[in-house]
């Protein structure tokens, strides 16, 4: 069975400093991985995605994602945040079952 | 133009009362979801359609019961409302085959809170 686990429940960071918000998964088949963000009292929003091909992907507001393979991770980076990047982050998988299967999330707490 | 919408975006009722929530998505996707996030913020899938066919069924009490009356629809009615049905639901779709996956897009939530 596919799993994901956000070990940071929450990540508190000063604004402009850089931050990861580790997510680390299990499946015993190909996967799709993704994260989302969810803004207070809204919806979930796609971030960034990755199905294949190149390892490290982008969004389009500066955050990236490097799927490891041989570590099951993909991590979540921002070299500098803004205190307008505070939200809730899930990161989820999807494999064999077609289940898209969330973490428990982790908020990032951005501080002036 | 919303992608996927549900409504209503807060319900609040008593216990023991038969409610609905509605979900319609606009993508021309074949396979819609119903998620209910806890008081933790904790995603938890409840069932999947793919073109109006249950394929997904997590383990949810059977008071609750989703209907798709077209593709671009999946409804959610639950029977009997109790305390611990107080969630978030959400609606999401996605453009599914076994040959190819897609992200799911998710509607803006519906804050269920039972008294």
């Known amino acids: 069975a596919q799993s994901v686990t956000q070990l940071d429940s929450q990540v508190p960071v000063f604004e402009e400093a850089p931050v990861e918000l580790r997510c680390n998964y299990s499946?015993?088949?190909?996967?799709?991985l993704f994260w989302y963000v969810q803004y207070p009292n809204q919806g979930l929003q796609l971030l960034l995605k990755y199905l294949s091909g190149s390892t490290l992907v982008e969004s389009i507001n500066g955050f990236e994602a490097e799927f490891n393979k041989s570590q099951t991770s993909f991590h979540l980076r921002k070299p500098s945040v803004h205190i307008s990047d505070t939200a809730e982050y899930f990161c989820a998988v999807r494999g064999a079952t077609n289940k898209l299967i969330f973490g428990t999330g982790t908020l990032l707490a951005v501080q002036p | 133009d919303t992608a996927v919408s549900q409504t209503p975006k807060y319900l609040v009722t008593q216990m023991g009362n038969d409610k609905s929530i509605k979900c319609e998505q606009n993508?021309?996707?074949?396979?819609m979801y119903w998620y209910k996030q806890d008081s933790k913020k904790f995603l938890k899938i409840m069932f999947s359609y793919n073109n109006k066919e249950l394929i997904i069924n997590e383990t949810v009490p059977n008071r609750f019961s989703p209907k798709s009356p077209d593709k671009a629809h999946l409804n959610l009615h639950i029977n009997s409302l109790e305390l611990g049905d107080s969630a978030v639901y959400f609606c999401?779709?996605?453009?599914?085959?076994?040959?190819?996956?897609?992200?799911?897009?998710f509607g803006q939530g519906t804050r269920l809170t039972v008294v």
């Open positions: 993508l021309g996707h074949d396979t």
């Open positions: 999401a779709s996605s453009q599914d085959s076994w040959e190819r996956h897609t992200e799911a897009f």
């Open positions: 499946s015993s088949v190909s996967v799709y």
